[in-house]
């Protein structure tokens, strides 16, 4: 099975800017969860998504926000990007979200 | 609200020595647990889970870890390690609550080995 993919790779973006990220999950797993990686915070929860459901938000602004298409296909949108914003994100799927999570290779985001 | 604490977060080895990370997470219910890897420019990728029976657990690439209900805890071991072990691994626990689940991580702990 091919792995949990995520478009684009990189991405460089200025303040004030949106930015959209994509992540096709691992074909037959329905829960898609987004992370934010960064070397001051670690690994934090962003949202999860099920059944084209957000069944779960972390502790972010309102600016974060995403959805899921009926194939499971996640997308993850963060408007007016500030420089904090700059991390790793990483969107990770799974059966129906309580067991394994696979991880994607990640979208590096860099806001100047 | 659960957390999940490592308590080393630079670990420097030589080949061969015995490596021990600790682990411990805070939540009072049912739990999952993981130990992610990351090598270098690499992504996260699955080392071992624990979800239900022996609480010993072995995963990929020789390494185990052990579940403790009593200690809230979920140590990594492995009886030796090599250069290319060198990464940071992660602890990770899922906990539920209104059919959500939400992986929660710890800080990460770098592991250097030195040949």
């Known amino acids: 099975k091919a792995g949990v993919t995520q478009t684009p790779r990189y991405l460089i973006k200025t303040r004030g800017q949106q930015v959209t990220l994509s992540c096709s999950p691992i074909s037959g797993h329905r829960s898609v969860s987004w992370y934010q990686q960064t070397p001051g915070q670690g690994l934090q929860f962003l949202f999860e998504y099920f059944s084209e459901t957000q069944r779960n938000k972390g502790n972010f602004p309102g600016r974060f926000s995403g959805r899921q298409f009926s194939n499971s296909r996640s997308e993850m949108n963060v408007s007016t990007l500030e420089l904090g914003d700059s991390a790793l994100y990483l969107c990770a799927s799974g059966l129906r979200g309580r067991e394994t999570q696979y991880f994607g290779p990640g979208t590096r985001l860099l806001v100047l | 609200a659960q957390s999940v604490s490592q308590h080393n977060h630079h670990v420097i080895l030589s080949e061969a020595a015995s490596l021990e990370l600790g682990c411990n997470y805070s939540?009072?219910?049912?739990?999952?647990l993981f130990w992610y890897v990351q090598y270098p420019g690499q992504h996260l990728q699955l080392l071992l889970k624990?979800?239900?029976?022996?609480?010993l657990v072995k995963g990929i690439k020789g390494f185990e870890a052990e579940f403790i209900k009593s200690k809230f805890s979920f140590n990594l071991r492995k009886p030796s390690v090599q250069w290319s072990d060198t990464a940071e691994y992660f602890c990770a626990v899922i906990t539920s609550g209104a059919g959500s689940y939400q992986l929660t991580f710890g800080k990460g702990t770098k592991l250097s080995v030195i040949p």
């Open positions: 939540y009072g219910g049912t739990v999952n």
């Open positions: 624990y979800f239900s029976g022996d609480p």
